[in-house]
């Protein structure tokens, strides 16, 4: 049941609150729901690692990526994302590009830096994403120049 509602992207507590409704005398908790539900996601990885996941992910859903590589031990340092749509707009409408950094607020402790642009109407859209190693000046150059390449 928690397996089936997970792949509904369900949330813990309304999965916890759907069993209790179901039957009074359940007493399981948010901690076991937690559990199952990552039990689950392993199991849908297969072997892979969960940057090894993400990579899949990417390429699965056909998303323009590149990620930049610690030449020594071959560890992704900082990892560049966009959708095919997100290029698209990013065409028709590249006059106003916002970027906002938000710091280690990931499981990571990496900086996530989100690239948004805005529609001649003054809607927004995601333009790209990346996932920094570092605050430095290096690491943001990158992932601007990966999204003057997608013009």
């Not at 179901?22 to 690692?49: C, F, G, L």
């Not at 590009?97 to 989100?114: A, G, Q, V």
Request: with cysteine; proline share 2%.
């Amino acid at each position: 049941m928690v397996e089936d509602m997970t792949k509904t992207s369900m949330k813990a507590r309304n999965i916890l609150l759907t069993m209790k409704e179901r039957n009074e005398k359940n007493v399981t908790t948010i901690k076991q729901i937690y559990n199952a539900m990552s039990v689950h996601r392993r199991s849908q990885r297969d072997h892979r690692t969960e940057m090894q996941q993400f990579m899949w992910l990417l390429e699965r859903d056909m998303y323009m990526h590149w990620c930049r590589c610690e030449e020594v031990s071959n560890v992704v340092q900082d990892i560049f994302w966009t959708h095919p749509d997100s290029v698209k707009l990013v065409n028709l409408f590249n006059i106003v590009i916002l970027m906002d950094n938000t710091y280690k607020m990931n499981k990571y402790r990496m900086p996530l830096l989100e690239v948004v642009g805005i529609t001649s109407s003054g809607l927004t859209f995601s333009k790209a994403f990346c996932l920094l190693a570092a605050e430095k000046e290096n690491n943001f150059c990158g992932p601007l120049i990966d999204l003057k390449s997608c013009f």
